[in-house]
């Protein structure tokens, strides 16, 4: 029987306590209920608040109780007997409901404080949320219990980078390692720690293999960008960001990487300047302020936003003799700074204030300055 086994045969025995937590009313996410139903104060708002909570709580069963108070929602939930808390606290804290998965593992460890797979879960969770101390101790205490647990290593690990405690924590990462060494979370970890310490060299060693035994891992990836750049190997870096955002172009990470790979496009754009002036972004400026402004709004935003999603995977700036082709213009081959000067353009006429990844603004300026100057 494995560690969550054993714990699960002698926690079902005992007897259930309630799991209380509160969430103000400010930070509760009130799209997630009915859209007629999202204004507190309303008996539509409290009667949907339980209906959530009771779903949140279905699979593990039991009963819920919910108070809408002035400032926040009290929840009391009573799990039923034989429920499995502690993969259900795990699956909590993995959808981010910190406020409720938290509490959960709380309790677990009341029960059975010397369980180093609750100190493990529990410790991560305080660091995610900066309780930096508990979350040191909590999983120094599991390291204690079981000192073959790599996974506690590795948080223990990124519990003390983030308590800025950098040898601790690649003491922590090594011994992880020791234990486990084709952990990919150790290597991205110690080439993190490595990195932020200044040593790239090795950090890169480290998320290259990270990224080898993980090739799935989007921070991994991110994270060997990252560093290549940070060694002024730009056209590698804008590659390694490329591949970081085909693993998930939909997630955070995947936006850091694109405005990284605009970033690494606008040092070679700006290289060529002269006077710090593109006359060529310029002149395609020109030209789509006079297109786009012989469009209807409707037609120059299917343009524009069809150039923007082709730009999420890229558009190379500082390669005149690539193209790419539009469906809203068909026939029509474009370079990629065509296409992000329209692109800069359009936005000027949609939403001023948006940013678009790049900087055109003093071409912007003087094709409008030239575009004046032909007006009768």
Not at 77 to 103: C, F, M, Q, T
Not at 116 to 134: K, P, Q, T
Not at 163 to 188: G, V
């Amino acid at each position: 029987m494995g560690r969550v086994d054993s714990f699960r045969a002698a926690e079902n025995e005992r007897v259930r306590r309630p799991i209380e937590f509160s969430v103000p009313l400010e930070d509760f996410n009130s799209t997630r209920l009915p859209a007629e139903a999202r204004q507190p104060g309303t008996d539509a708002f409290e009667a949907a608040v339980a209906r959530f909570y009771d779903d949140q709580f279905a699979e593990a069963g039991g009963r819920v109780a919910v108070q809408v108070a002035e400032t926040e929602i009290r929840v009391k939930w009573i799990p039923k007997e034989g429920a499995n808390l502690l993969d259900y606290a795990v699956r909590l804290l993995s959808a981010g409901d910190y406020r409720a998965g938290v509490p959960l593992l709380e309790s677990l460890n009341e029960t059975d404080p010397d369980n180093s797979v609750v100190l493990f879960n529990l410790g991560m969770a305080y660091s995610d949320l900066g309780r930096l101390s508990e979350a040191r101790a909590h999983l120094e205490k599991a390291v204690r219990i079981d000192q073959q647990y790599a996974s506690a290593w590795v948080a223990l690990g990124v519990a003390q980078e983030r308590s800025r405690r950098t040898d601790e924590a690649l003491a922590s990462f090594r011994t992880a390692l020791e234990l486990q060494p084709d952990n990919p979370y150790a290597e991205r970890s110690i080439g993190a720690a490595l990195g932020n310490a200044g040593n790239l060299e090795e950090a890169e060693k480290h998320f290259r293999r990270a990224a080898t035994l993980a090739p799935k891992d989007q921070t991994a990836a991110l994270g060997l960008a990252q560093c290549v750049e940070k060694l002024e190997r730009f056209d590698e870096a804008d590659e390694l960001y490329l591949k970081s955002i085909r693993i998930d172009p939909d997630s955070p990470l995947a936006e850091v990487a694109r405005k990284a790979r605009s970033a690494i496009a606008h040092r070679g754009f700006r290289s060529r300047a002269i006077g710090g002036l593109r006359p060529d972004a310029a002149m395609y400026c020109l030209a789509a302020i006079e297109e786009l402004e012989r469009l209807s709004p409707s037609d120059m935003q299917t343009i524009v936003f069809e150039i923007a999603l082709l730009g999420r995977a890229g558009l190379d700036v500082n390669e005149p003799a690539k193209k790419y082709a539009l469906k809203s213009l068909p026939g029509r081959p474009f370079s990629g700074l065509q296409l992000v000067s329209m692109m800069y353009v359009g936005f000027k006429r949609i939403d001023p204030s948006a940013d678009v990844g790049f900087d055109l603004s003093k071409e912007y300026e003087q094709a409008l300055a030239l575009h004046r100057a032909k007006q009768p």
